[in-house]
Nanobody, 125 residues
Framework: QVQLVESGGDLVQPGGSLRLSCAVS????????ILWARQAPGKEREGVSC????????DYADSVKGRFTISRDIAKNTVYLQMNNLNENDTAVYYC??????????????????WGLGTRVTVSS
């Protein structure tokens, strides 16, 4: 019943920006976490950023710190990933995911139960 739908992926030039959206529905647990992850061709999927629903604690992969920002809009039930100063290494399909519960460590370091279908980001000249 949980559904996550990503949007906002596009073709952009290096140095450009995009904002990805993840619309979340069907989840009523008290505690949950939203993850943005990405997978480029020939590479393993990696967690990019994550956020907890209650206290807005966030975390970022080292490769995107200072460039990406995760945020949420409670009224719209949507989580965003603002991506600035994009480079070719950011080219990937970006997914959002959800897991319930309180985490003792970084929300980047856990498996997630529910996944969206992804949105493609291509950074190229």
């Amino acid at each position: 019943q949980v559904q996550l739908v990503e949007s906002g992926g596009d073709l952009v030039q290096p140095g450009g920006s995009l904002r990805l959206s993840c619309a979340v529905s069907g989840f009523t647990a008290e505690y949950y976490n939203i993850l943005w992850a990405r997978q480029a061709p020939g590479k393993e999927r990696e967690g990019v950023s994550c956020i907890h629903n209650n206290d807005i604690v966030t975390d970022y992969a080292d490769s995107v710190k200072g460039r990406f920002t995760i945020s949420r809009d409670i009224a719209k039930n949507t989580v965003y990933l603002q991506m600035n100063n994009l480079n070719e290494n950011d080219t990937a399909v970006y997914y959002c995911a959800m897991r319930g519960g309180l985490l003792s460590g970084s929300c980047l370091h856990y498996e997630y139960r529910y996944w969206g279908l992804g949105t493609r980001v291509t950074v190229s000249s």
